[in-house]
């Protein structure tokens, strides 16, 4: 059974925000899963979801939430394996909030937790925690990463080449 990813998030407010953490493990040719669960509004079938994670292949969880942002720490009581948190941005409280609850567990119950609105760097922290078994995986990270180097001195160029005032009007 192929090494999977699950992303959980507690509402579809969260898609935009958890998308970005598929989009980078598809790049990365990593099998996933993604749903919404409420951990306050459907517990049973929360429960039932982190109880039969490792069953269904899941290594490594990703769970966004905002607000109370419980979805992560449960998530990780029950499941076994790693459990990434990805703190949503709130109205109320800016996301603070949300990256309190996430960061806070208590000893025993970690917790990996990204920035808030993070799922970028979630998606490919599953990968690396991923690649530490998985060779070829950690070939195309390491390619990814080369990618992110050539972007920004490809940018370098461009500022030095237009200057800052006409490289501002590009963007």
């Given at each position: 059974?192929?090494?999977k ?8 407010s969260?898609?935009e925000?958890?998308?970005?953490a598929a989009d ?5 040719q ?5 749903t ?6 459907m517990?049973?079938?929360?429960y039932d979801?982190a ?5 269904k292949?899941?290594k490594v969880?990703?769970a966004?939430?905002?607000?109370a942002?419980?979805?992560?720490g449960?998530t990780?009581?029950i499941f076994p394996?790693?459990?990434?948190g ?10 603070v909030d949300s990256?309190?609850?996430i960061?806070?567990?208590p000893?025993?119950?970690?917790v990996?937790t990204?920035?808030i609105n993070?799922?970028?760097n979630?998606g490919?922290?599953?990968?690396k925690?991923?690649a530490?078994s ?6 195309r990270i390491?390619?990814y990463a080369?990618?992110l180097?050539?972007?920004?001195l ?6 030095d ?10 963007m």
């Amino acid at each position: 059974m192929a090494a999977k990813v699950g992303i959980v998030m507690g509402s579809d407010s969260d898609l935009e925000i958890m998308s970005k953490a598929a989009d980078v493990l598809d790049v990365l040719q990593i099998e996933y899963d993604i749903t919404v669960i409420s951990a306050h509004r459907m517990p049973d079938i929360f429960y039932d979801y982190a109880k039969t994670a490792e069953e269904k292949g899941y290594k490594v969880i990703i769970a966004g939430a905002g607000g109370a942002a419980h979805l992560p720490g449960m998530t990780a009581a029950i499941f076994p394996m790693p459990v990434i948190g990805v703190p949503i941005m709130t109205k109320s409280l800016g996301g603070v909030d949300s990256l309190y609850s996430i960061v806070q567990m208590p000893g025993g119950i970690p917790v990996a937790t990204v920035a808030i609105n993070g799922a970028l760097n979630a998606g490919l922290l599953a990968a690396k925690i991923l690649a530490t078994s998985d060779p070829e995986l950690l070939e195309r990270i390491k390619s990814y990463a080369l990618g992110l180097k050539e972007n920004v001195l490809a940018k370098s160029e461009k500022l030095d080449e237009m200057g800052y005032k006409e490289y501002l009007k590009s963007m």
